[in-house]
C-alpha cells in the first residue's frame, strides 16, 4: 500500500475547513499535519479535533503557516484570496501540491499565482464535485449545440455568510456557456441589472445570484428561447462532494510536474487536445 501522504488545511474553523479535516482524519491514504487559521484565531494553541467538537486529534491550530505547509505534502485551503496567493508561495517554496478552493479571486489575483507555478502543483476550481464539473462539460455542449435564440441564464443559491457573487462555480458554468459558443465570457456576461435595463442583449450570458439560510450550493444554467427551455441542474446537499473532490486532487497532484492544474485534469474530463 501507499504511503499516507501528509495534509496541512487552511482556514481549519471554516465550513469547508471542518468538512476537509475531517475527511482527511477519516481517510487511510492521508493523515492530518497541520491546521492553520488566521492569526489572532481563537482556535490557535487548541487541539483541532477538540475545537471542533470531537475527540483530540493531536494536532494544535497554528498561525504559522509557512512551518504548517514546509512540513506537508500537500495544502488544501479554501479561504480568501489574499490568503491565498501567501499561501501559494509557501507551497512553492516546499515544492508541494497545493489544492484551492478559494472563489472570488480577480484576475489580477489568479495571474498573482503565476509565478508560483514552476514550483507548486496548484490545482484550483471553483467547484471541486465531480458533479459540478461534469455539469460544466454538458453546459458546453448543449451551448454549442444551440444558437443565440437560446438566452443562456447562469442562476445561483447560496447560504447568507457567503460573501462573492456570482459564484465560482456559476463562473465555470458561464465560462463552459461561452466556450461552447464560440465567444469570450467578459464580452458577454451581463452580472448585475437593477433597474431599467432595457431588452436583453441577444448573446449575452446572464447572472442571477440568490443568498439566504444555509443552502449549500445550487446552480442552474438555463438556455431558454421562445416556446421552450432547457434547464441543466446541479443541487449541492453536503459540503462533503467538494472536499471529497479536494482530496482526490491532493493525492492526484503527487509526483505531478508542477503547474496550473483544475479539477477536470484530477477527474480526466479535459477534452483531447
Ligand atoms: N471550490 C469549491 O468546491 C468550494 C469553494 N468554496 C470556497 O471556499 C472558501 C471558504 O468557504 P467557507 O469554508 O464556506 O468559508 P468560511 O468563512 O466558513 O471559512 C473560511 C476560513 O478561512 C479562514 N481564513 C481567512 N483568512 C485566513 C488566513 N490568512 N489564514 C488562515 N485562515 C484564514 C477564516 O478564518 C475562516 O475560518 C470560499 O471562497 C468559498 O466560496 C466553498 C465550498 C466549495
Ligand atoms: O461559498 C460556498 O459555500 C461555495 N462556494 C463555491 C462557489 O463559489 O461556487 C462552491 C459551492 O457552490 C459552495
Not at 512540513?71 to 515544492?95: K, M
Not at 444558437?147 to 447560496?158: F, G, L, Q, R
Amino acid at each position: 500500500m501507499s504511503q499516507s501522504i501528509r495534509v496541512a488545511v487552511t482556514g481549519a474553523s471554516g465550513r469547508m475547513g471542518q468538512t476537509l479535516i475531517s475527511l482527511v482524519n477519516a481517510s487511510d491514504r492521508m493523515h492530518l499535519s497541520g491546521a492553520i487559521e488566521r492569526p489572532g484565531h481563537d482556535w490557535i494553541g487548541r487541539d483541532v479535533g477538540e475545537a471542533m467538537g470531537g475527540s483530540a486529534l493531536g494536532i494544535s491550530v497554528t498561525d504559522d503557516a509557512q512551518a504548517a505547509i514546509a512540513g506537508a505534502d500537500a495544502v488544501i485551503d479554501f479561504t480568501a484570496p489574499v490568503a491565498t496567493i501567501q499561501f501559494a508561495e509557501f507551497a512553492a517554496s516546499a515544492g508541494i501540491v497545493h489544492v484551492i478552493g478559494t472563489t472570488g479571486m480577480t484576475d489580477d489575483e489568479i495571474a498573482a499565482l503565476d509565478p508560483f507555478t514552476s514550483k507548486a502543483t496548484i490545482i484550483r476550481a471553483g467547484n471541486m464535485s465531480l458533479g459540478v464539473n461534469l455539469l460544466t462539460q454538458l453546459t458546453k455542449r448543449v451551448a454549442a449545440a444551440l444558437d443565440d435564440d437560446y438566452d443562456i441564464e447562469v442562476i445561483e443559491a447560496h447560504h447568507n455568510q457567503k460573501v462573492d457573487a456570482p459564484s465560482g462555480t456559476a463562473l465555470m458554468l458561464g465560462e463552459a456557456a461561452a466556450e461552447g459558443r464560440g465567444v469570450k465570457l467578459s464580452d458577454v456576461a451581463d452580472r448585475g441589472r437593477d433597474g431599467i435595463t432595457g431588452a436583453r442583449k441577444k448573446g449575452d450570458i446572464g447572472f442571477t445570484a440568490i443568498r439566504g439560510g444555509d443552502i449549500i450550493g445550487e446552480h442552474d444554467v438555463m438556455f431558454a428561447a421562445a416556446g421552450e427551455r432547457i434547464i441543466l441542474r446541479h443541487v449541492a446537499s453536503d459540503r462533503t462532494v467538494f472536499a471529497r473532490g479536494a482530496l482526490k486532487a491532493a493525492l492526484w497532484g503527487q509526483g505531478r510536474a508542477p503547474g496550473h492544474y483544475d479539477m477536470l485534469d484530477v477527474l480526466g474530463l479535459s477534452d483531447p487536445a
